[in-house]
């Protein structure tokens, strides 16, 4: 193992922490999963009559042996209503055009990760619900397009009441377990019964795995997303299928894109996941490159073009059922209206055209290099992990305590006890990477191309010993991680509350550590709805200190179809919006409070 005695005496000391709370036996849930799934009949879907097939793993299959490219297409719309409008127009310009539009993956509401007793408790998000029988039905008679039920069901505290229903609507690709891990759902605490619900979920799909369930993971979605190095995204890729896979006897569907941009990284990942799973690796999709773009849509327009021909190329190189991804070129700045998905999907059919035609002529040595790499280091950081957690007298054979364990010892923990690359040995922690993650490597560009905002005299002036909160109202943290170093840079003193951070925590948090500045990042659609619940907390916890809000700040709002802007909401909210890294913030550095 990698890791020194002294470490380990560390590790086992957390561990035997998180232990300590009482977990059920991962027999009995898995069992009780059993038994729920002995009364659910998968529904048939409009895409299943047309095709002939009995879930998407038949036809998955069927494009394997065939070489034949899936497309997959992501709506979030607001409303359900929204949602079956712009699956029935993509539908229509697919079947106009002569071309298939495989799946659509349903970019629900986080508010359907909670029980649906629960789900108005907490601020609406971009998406939709489905509270209704008929709604849950329509999922899969709106089209013949197959639903991908990825975010929020499995993995949350509502995951067997999701996962069944979506059985019952004919959808046998469900996740999504990577968010399990890195995902909270606001005013939500009892992880002990997520955990149970994550199990009992997993268990249903294994017991339905000979009618082809798959269990979906977007590896980027949970803690790969904090790694920093791809060796340990391998690795993990190795625990979720060992737990999946053999403690629970389900087939696991790998997704990975979003946050890698290198198209050697890319095809590199489709060769070692398909190793990963013994060379019969099912995937769900590939998602497209969210971390390359920018305002500039023609340039997105290239972006897309160029990582999606190096995804269908990696597909008729290893086939294993991924479905490529055509992003709209908006897709950074909002949600993508109907046209603009439809559009892409269009562009996506002409890039497959060019990509064949290149595949003679493109040699795959280097991703194959790379991949054998990756493979041998995961494999070295799996089997790292099982031995430290065996050591730390972790049940390695139950579920439930291992998914459990997993959560609580969080991302960089992981990556310190059991990566392999070399400690840092100064005062940071953490690993050197040595297989670096695309998005590490951007966070450190965009740091260094920011430093000159926060390291100057100046700057430092204002700065240096001064108390900042920072913290994410969703799992999109990297914003927190970079904002975290540049004032530590400048002598700030940090309380970093991390990703999944609720209002009244933000708030004890400020009066208790006594910061003379908040920094909120927000992604989800609901960055008014989440200001107007923080000024709430902070003004009934008398806390008055400048509140800085980053992101994507738009609201979702009732009978609209996309989130709209409220930056100028937010403003009269007496916070400061900010949309760019540095401008807000150089505002801010004059506010009274905190200018020497």
């Not at 998180?18 to 009949?41: D, F, H, Q, R």
């Not at 039920?149 to 067997?160: K, L, R, T």
């Not at 979506?166 to 399990?180: C, H, P, R, W």
């Amino acid at each position: 193992m990698r890791i020194s005695l002294m470490d380990f005496s560390t590790f086992y000391q957390k561990v035997q922490s998180i232990l300590e709370t009482e977990l059920p036996s991962g027999t009995s849930i898995v069992k009780e999963g059993c038994c729920i799934a002995e009364n659910i009949e998968i529904g048939r879907t409009a895409f299943m009559d047309k095709m002939g097939i009995d879930s998407e793993l038949e036809y998955k299959r069927h494009c394997i042996k065939n070489r034949q490219i899936m497309y997959h297409a992501h709506i979030g719309m607001n409303t359900w209503r929204d949602t079956v409008e712009t699956m029935a127009l993509l539908y229509k310009t697919a079947e106009e055009s002569g071309f298939v539009v495989d799946r659509a993956g349903i970019c629900l509401d986080r508010r359907m990760a909670l029980p649906k007793n629960k789900r108005d408790q907490i601020p609406a998000e971009t998406g939709p619900e489905l509270n209704t029988h008929s709604q849950w039905q329509q999922v899969g008679q709106a089209v013949p397009i197959q639903p991908h039920m990825g975010d929020f069901m499995i993995g949350f505290p509502a995951s067997v009441e999701n996962t069944v229903q979506a059985l019952k609507a004919g959808v046998t690709t469900i996740g999504n377990l990577s968010q399990f891990f890195a995902h909270e759902v606001p005013m939500w605490t009892d992880k002990v019964s997520t955990t149970i619900e994550t199990v009992k979920a997993i268990s249903i799909m294994g017991a339905m795995k000979n009618k082809g369930t798959l269990v979906h993971s977007y590896l980027e979605d949970g803690f790969p997303a904090l790694f920093q190095d791809c060796a340990t995204v391998a690795g993990w890729a190795f625990l979720e299928r060992y737990i999946v896979e053999k403690l629970l006897n389900a087939k696991l569907s790998h997704c990975i894109g979003g946050l890698t941009s290198d198209p050697l990284k890319r095809t590199a990942w489709v060769f070692t996941l398909n190793k990963i799973h013994d060379y019969d690796c099912i995937g769900s999709m590939i998602y497209g490159d969210t971390i390359s773009f920018g305002s500039d849509f023609n340039r997105n327009r290239g972006l897309v073009a160029e990582y999606l021909m190096w995804d269908i190329m990696s597909q008729l190189e290893c086939p294993t059922g991924n479905a490529v991804l055509p992003l709209p070129v908006t897709e950074a700045l909002r949600i993508p209206s109907a046209e603009e998905i439809v559009e892409a999907q269009c562009f996506g059919r002409r890039i497959e055209q060019t990509a064949r035609r290149l595949m003679p002529y493109i040699d795959f040595t280097p991703a194959y290099d790379f991949s054998a790499k990756l493979y041998s280091a995961g494999k070295s950081v799996f089997e790292n992990a099982i031995d430290g957690f065996k050591e730390a007298k972790i049940d390695i054979n139950d579920p439930v305590q291992m998914l459990y364990v997993m959560k609580m010892l969080g991302a960089a923990d992981f990556e310190e006890m059991f990566g392999i690359g070399k400690v840092n040995e100064d005062s940071s922690g953490g690993r050197q990477p040595v297989y670096p993650t695309d998005v590490f490597e951007m966070s450190q560009r965009v740091i260094n191309e920011n430093e000159h905002i926060f390291d100057n005299p100046r700057s430092r002036s204002r700065l240096e010993g001064r108390k900042f909160l920072i913290a994410s109202t969703d799992v999109h943290a990297h914003a927190v991680t970079i904002i975290h170093e540049l004032l530590s840079r400048a002598g700030s003193e940090i309380t970093n509350l991390g990703a999944e951070i609720n209002p009244d925590q933000i708030a004890r948090a400020a009066k208790s550590c006594g910061v003379e500045a908040i920094l909120i990042s927000t992604h989800n659609g609901m960055a008014l709805e989440y200001g107007n619940r923080l000024k709430a907390e902070l003004d009934r916890q008398k806390v008055d200190v400048p509140v800085i809000m980053g992101g994507v700040l738009n609201q979702k709002v009732e009978g609209v179809a996309l989130p709209v802007d409220v930056t100028t909401n937010l403003k009269e909210l007496g916070f400061y919006p900010s949309h760019k890294l540095g401008g807000s913030f150089q505002k801010m550095l004059e506010h009274d409070t905190i200018s020497k």
